[in-house]
């Protein structure tokens, strides 16, 4: 079964760089939601999109931001970084519709140097 | 508020033997509760919810979990343990109603080690 991807699986960059996380949830599933796992941490809501639109918004940085597209897939751009922002990031999606459980996929580690 | 605690940060057992994980839930409404499990670099993956029915959940590789509203408890149990369960397990409480529908509120997790 299709699952949820999420590219690049690593990412490396310097501080105040730019950079953008993508996912692509499981098909026909019409939420997609973002969350952010600190070292030792549980994962923290950041955003989330349903049909499209933002749904909610959870504790995410102004130097962050996050569309979702007209293929359903999703971009977590994140601007300034900072050596803070080092952490695995999930995407995670779900059919809202059918009230299903929230399916991860395996996460974007970025680190900041 | 939605939230979850999970007292205990680690829980080692011996393989063969029963193990138990356990979460406490605080919910407004009806709780709509998960278990997912992580390994090391790896995503998180669903193993049993609660949203309505039996107490008792039947999941992924053998595990169960008993959802107790008295004692606001769902803890996860497996009756015979494998050194291969070995890994982060979070509890995790939804969201069901307003702008916030969907989120997901997770416990700190608790690290199950089984020894051979």
């Known amino acids: 079964a299709a699952g949820v991807i999420q590219s690049p699986r690593h990412l490396i960059k310097e501080k105040r760089e730019t950079a953008t996380l993508k996912c692509y949830p499981i098909?026909?599933?019409?939420?997609v939601y973002w969350y952010q796992q600190g070292p030792g941490q549980d994962p923290q809501f950041l955003i989330s999109?349903?049909?499209?639109?933002?749904?909610d918004k959870g504790s995410i940085p102004d130097r962050f931001s996050a569309q979702q597209f007209s293929d359903y897939h999703s971009e977590l751009n994140m601007s300034s970084l900072e050596l803070g922002d080092s952490a695995l990031y999930f995407c995670?999606?779900?059919?809202?519709?059918?009230?299903?459980?929230?399916?991860f996929g395996q996460g974007t580690r970025l680190t900041v140097v | 508020a939605q939230s979850v605690a999970q007292p205990e940060d680690q829980v080692n057992v011996a393989e063969g033997n029963p193990l138990t994980v356990k979460c406490t839930y605080s919910?407004?409404?009806?709780?709509?509760l998960f278990w997912y499990v992580q390994y090391p670099n790896r995503g998180l993956q669903f193993l049993l919810k609660?949203?309505?029915?039996?107490?008792l959940v039947k999941g992924s590789y053998g595990f169960e979990a008993e959802f107790n509203k008295s004692q606001t408890s769902f803890h996860l149990k497996k009756p015979s343990a494998l050194v291969s369960d070995s890994a982060l397990y979070f509890c995790?409480?939804?969201?069901?109603?307003?702008?916030?529908?969907?989120?997901?509120?997770f416990g700190r997790g608790t690290q199950l080690t089984v020894w051979p």
């Open positions: 999109f349903y049909e499209k639109m933002q749904s």
């Open positions: 098909p026909r599933h019409d939420t």
């Open positions: 609660y949203i309505t029915g039996d107490n």
């Open positions: 919910v407004s409404g009806n709780p709509y």
């Open positions: 995670a999606s779900s059919d809202r519709e059918m009230n299903t459980e929230a399916f």
């Open positions: 995790a409480v939804r969201d069901i109603r307003g702008s916030t529908l969907g989120r997901l509120y």
